[in-house]
């Protein structure tokens, strides 16, 4: 199930170019992945649901990756459970860097007292995952309401939002979704995310990224990361058609990549996409596409 499609659910229960020949099979490294390398992570929604959270993490780990991103995961832990999802993090060398999970968006102004609550009622599970950063969704359209509106209800909200989010050390995400996938959802434009957070201009709200979503909405993803690059918070990938692995579709991934290391982008870059064949290997590949681009000759010369 689609993160997005749980995240609808959720609400009740919570009360650009082709790729060339350069593939991810066939990018040759240039150096080893360092420190200051990428800061890499899986949305874990993309792991089959069958394995226990244990195993899931366990695939994910046995890929490379020491991150995770979560959704519903936590959503009837008791707190036995918390301890041993920690437990069994740290065993692996892992973090949760973000989650997701508000009931409620932004951009209704009617919504706004919801939002703000739901945000206060999920910080103490932040606290439990050890986890420091959240996904924001604008939520639907609301009929009646005018997009000039719902634009400023997305900012007035994240303003509120912004001075609980620094009292808690957390940083909220708002993030994009292209209108093939919710054509009722209303922040599908970047270009209108980017304002909105220059808007709110503070340091614990920033954009999530999502350049699969991008690339139907919009494209234009590198020249889009060269104007905001300091607003970008998280990055999310798959590629275009399908959700797959990057280097199966029509996005450029290893000029990107390269771009983000000349733009010395430090935060997380999250794989969410579905895998074609076997996941340890997909989740692998694409891995070694991140840090093979980001080390290349080429991208360190741009």
């Not at 009622?121 to 932040?126: F, K, N, V, W």
Request: glycine fraction near 6%.
């Amino acid at each position: 199930m689609k993160r997005r499609r749980f995240l609808a659910g959720m609400a009740a229960a919570l009360g650009a170019s082709a790729l060339p020949a350069e593939s991810f099979q066939q990018v040759k490294s240039h150096a080893p992945a360092t420190s200051a390398g990428p800061k890499l992570s899986v949305m874990l929604w993309t792991v089959p649901k069958k394995l226990s959270f244990e195993q899931r993490l366990e695939k994910v780990a046995a890929a490379g990756y020491h991150a995770v991103e979560l959704t519903d995961e936590f959503i009837s832990w008791s707190d036995p459970d918390f301890a041993r999802a920690n437990a069994k993090k740290r065993a692996l060398g892992m973090t949760f860097d973000t989650i997701a999970g508000l009931a409620t968006g932004v951009a209704n102004p009617g919504a706004r007292p919801a939002f703000l609550d739901d945000l206060k009622h999920i910080l103490p599970t932040m606290r439990k995952l050890e986890c420091n950063s959240l996904i924001v969704l604008s939520g639907d359209r609301v009929p009646g309401v005018r997009a000039e509106a719902l634009h400023q209800s997305c900012v007035e909200a994240l303003k509120r939002a912004a001075d609980i989010a620094a009292e808690a050390k957390v940083t909220l995400l708002l993030e994009n979704i292209d209108p093939e996938e919710n054509p009722n959802y209303y922040l599908t434009s970047s270009r209108e995310g980017f304002a909105i957070i220059r808007e709110v201009n503070h340091p614990n709200v920033k954009f999530c990224y999502d350049l699969y979503h991008e690339q139907i909405a919009e494209g234009n993803l590198i020249s889009t990361l060269e104007k905001n690059i300091d607003q970008v918070g998280l990055i999310h990938v798959a590629d275009v058609p399908g959700r797959h692995a990057p280097g199966t579709g029509e996005i450029n991934y290893v000029n990107i990549f390269r771009k983000l290391a000349h733009l010395k982008y430090q935060n997380y870059i999250a794989m969410e996409f579905e895998p074609l064949g076997d996941l340890v290997k997909d989740l692998r590949g694409a891995r070694e596409l991140v840090v093979n681009s980001w080390h290349s000759r080429r991208g360190a010369a741009r």
